[in-house]
C-alpha cells in the first residue's frame, strides 16, 4: 500500500461520504420510515383496498432486486417523460426500498402489542388514532428498533449502488481515484473501512436507542441506579 | 346504603345503570342471550357465575369494549339500542360514564404510575395538567402507593400494579367503576390490599359492578349479587339470600363448587 496515496485519497473519499453516501442514507432512511408506518397502518386497515395496495407494494418492492428499482427510477423513467437527477432519484429509489422493508418490521412490532393495551386504551377515552400514538407506537418502536437497525445499516452499503447511476458517494469517488492509478486494492480498502466505521457508530447507536426505550423494561438496573443516585 | 367518611366521597354523583334485552354472540357462539339488569346509583353489585357464563361479557358490554347486538344500555342519561345500531358518538358518550379495572391491570408499561393516571385525564378529556397531577398524586396515596409515583409498572408487585390500575380508573372521574375479575391473576397474599381498596371505595357510595370469585367480599360488601349461568341471570337478590340461601338448584351447586375449594 502507498502511503502517500492514503494521504492524497482520504480527503476526496471523506467528502464523498459527508456529501454523498451519509445524506443519502439519511434522507433515504427518513423517508422510508414515513412510508414505512404508512403502509404498515395501511395493512392493519379495515379497508380491504387499501390492505391490497399496501399488499401489492411490499410484494414488488420485496420481490424485485433493488439495482433495477434503482435503473427503473434513473434510467427507465425518463423515456416516459420524467427526467430526475442522480441524487434525488437514488433518494426516491432507497426510500421506497425501505419502506417496503420497514414496513413489514413496523406491521409485526404493532402486532406484538398485547390487545390488552388498545382495550385499556379505549377505556380511558382514547380514540385509535389516540391510542395508536401515544400508547401502542411507542411500545412498538422499542420492539422494532434491532430489526429496523439492520435495515438501516444495510442501507448505509446498499447507497454504493448509487454509484451505477453517477451520484458521488463514497464508492464512486474510490472509483473516481482508482480507475487512472490502477490502485484498486488500496482505494477500495479505504472505502470498506469507511463504511465499516458508519456501521460500527450506527451499532453503538442501536445500544443507545434500546437503552432509553426500554428503560421501563429493566426494573432491577432502574432500582440499582435509583440506590446509587440516593447515596451519592 | 353504607355509612361513608366524609371528605372521602366522591366528586363525581354516581349513576344508575338500566340493562333490557341485552344479546351479545361471538360468531355463532351464543354468549348473552337477553340480560335484564337495573343497578341502583351508589350500589355495589357483585357478579358471579361459572366461567363462559357471560358475566365479564356483560361488564364489557357497558363499557363497550363489546358491542352487543341487540337490546339497550342506559346509564345515567346516556343511552344506547343496539337493536336501532350504534349511531356515531354514542359509544364515546357512553363511555365517558365509567371506568373499567382490567384482571390483567393492562398499565401502560412505558409510563410510570402517575403517568398512566395522567394519561387519560390529560390527553382525552383535555383537563389542565397541573390540576390533573395534583388529583393523580392524591389518589396514588388513596391506595397507599404515594411513593410509587415514578416507579414503571414493571418495578411494581402484582398487588401494587392492581391499585394503581385501580387509581387510573378513578383518575378519569368515573360515575360507574367496573372490575373485572381484579384479583384473579394476583398472587393470594397481595388479594388483600387490592379488597381492601375497593372495601373503601363502596364505602364512599360508588357504582361499582364487580365480577369476581371472592365470595366472602360478595357478602361482605356487594349490596346486590347477580348470578349469571348460560348468558343469561339466573338468580339475583341481596348477597344474604343468593349466597346463603339460594333458590335456584344451578346456584347452589355453583356456590358448593367454588367455596368446597
Known amino acids: 500500500m502507498d502511503l502517500d496515496l492514503v494521504r492524497e485519497s482520504i480527503g476526496p473519499l471523506l467528502s464523498g461520504t459527508i456529501r454523498g453516501t451519509i445524506p ?32 401489492g407494494y411490499v410484494s414488488i418492492i420485496r420481490g424485485t432486486p433493488l439495482l433495477v428499482q434503482l435503473f427503473i427510477i434513473f434510467y427507465a423513467l425518463p423515456s416516459l417523460g420524467l427526467t430526475i437527477d442522480p441524487f434525488p432519484s437514488a433518494i426516491i429509489a432507497f426510500s421506497l426500498n425501505v419502506g417496503g422493508y420497514a414496513s413489514e418490521i413496523v406491521r409485526a412490532a404493532i402486532l406484538s402489542i398485547p390487545r390488552g393495551q388498545w382495550e385499556a386504551a379505549e377505556t380511558i377515552g382514547y380514540s385509535r388514532t389516540m391510542a395508536l400514538r401515544r400508547v401502542i407506537l411507542p411500545q412498538a418502536a422499542r420492539v ?13 452499503k446498499d447507497t454504493s449502488l448509487a454509484s451505477t447511476i453517477l451520484v458521488t458517494e463514497l464508492l464512486r469517488k474510490a472509483q473516481e481515484i482508482a480507475a487512472p492509478t490502477f490502485e484498486f486494492l488500496t482505494l477500495y480498502s ?29 426494573p432491577q438496573i432502574a432500582k440499582v441506579e435509583k440506590v446509587r443516585q440516593a447515596t451519592a | 346504603m353504607s355509612i361513608h367518611d366524609e371528605g372521602f366521597a366522591p366528586a ?6 338500566e340493562v333490557r334485552g341485552l344479546v351479545k ?26 366461567s363462559g357464563s357471560g358475566k365479564s361479557t356483560l361488564l364489557r358490554c357497558l363499557n363497550l369494549l363489546e358491542t352487543p347486538q341487540a337490546g339497550r344500555v342506559r346509564i345515567g342519561d346516556d343511552e344506547i339500542d343496539f337493536t336501532a345500531g350504534v349511531r356515531r358518538g354514542q359509544s364515546a358518550s357512553l363511555r365517558r360514564h365509567s371506568a373499567m379495572v382490567f384482571q390483567s391491570h393492562n398499565l401502560f408499561p412505558h409510563r410510570t404510575a402517575l403517568q ?13 395538567r397541573r390540576e390533573v397531577e395534583e388529583e393523580a398524586r392524591g389518589l396514588l396515596a388513596r391506595v397507599g402507593l404515594a411513593e410509587k409515583a415514578d416507579a414503571y409498572p414493571d418495578q411494581l408487585s402484582g398487588g401494587q400494579q392492581q391499585r394503581v390500575g385501580i387509581a387510573r380508573a378513578l383518575a378519569l372521574r368515573p360515575r360507574v367503576l367496573l372490575f373485572d375479575e381484579p384479583t384473579s391473576a394476583l398472587d393470594p397474599e397481595t388479594v388483600g390490599e387490592v379488597l381492601a381498596v375497593m372495601r373503601d371505595l363502596a364505602a364512599e357510595g360508588r357504582t361499582m359492578i364487580v365480577v369476581t370469585h371472592e365470595v366472602r367480599f360478595a357478602r361482605d360488601v356487594a349490596d346486590h349479587v347477580v348470578f349469571l349461568d348460560g348468558g343469561v341471570i339466573a338468580e339475583e337478590g341481596p348477597p344474604q339470600q343468593v349466597l346463603l340461601d339460594p333458590q335456584q338448584e344451578r346456584t347452589r351447586a355453583f356456590l358448593g363448587r367454588i367455596l368446597s375449594h
Open chain 1, 24 to 55: 443519502l442514507t439519511a434522507a433515504s432512511f427518513v423517508g422510508g420510515m414515513v412510508l414505512a408506518v404508512l403502509v404498515a397502518l395501511a395493512r392493519l386497515s379495515r379497508v380491504g383496498v387499501v390492505r391490497w395496495i399496501a399488499q
Open chain 1, 144 to 156: 422494532a428498533v434491532p430489526p429496523l437497525s439492520n435495515t438501516f445499516i444495510s442501507l448505509v
Open chain 1, 190 to 218: 479505504l472505502a470498506a473501512v469507511i463504511y465499516w466505521v458508519l456501521c460500527l457508530v450506527l451499532s453503538i447507536g442501536q445500544g443507545f436507542l434500546e437503552r432509553r426505550l426500554g428503560r421501563h423494561l429493566q
Open chain 2, 12 to 17: 363525581e354523583t354516581p349513576e344508575g345503570i
Open chain 2, 25 to 50: 354472540s361471538f360468531g355463532s357462539t351464543p354468549v348473552l342471550t337477553g340480560v335484564d339488569l337495573d343497578v341502583a346509583p351508589g350500589t355495589v353489585s357483585v357478579m358471579i357465575g361459572p
Open chain 2, 116 to 128: 398512566n393516571l395522567m394519561e387519560g385525564p390529560v390527553f382525552a378529556q383535555g383537563r389542565p
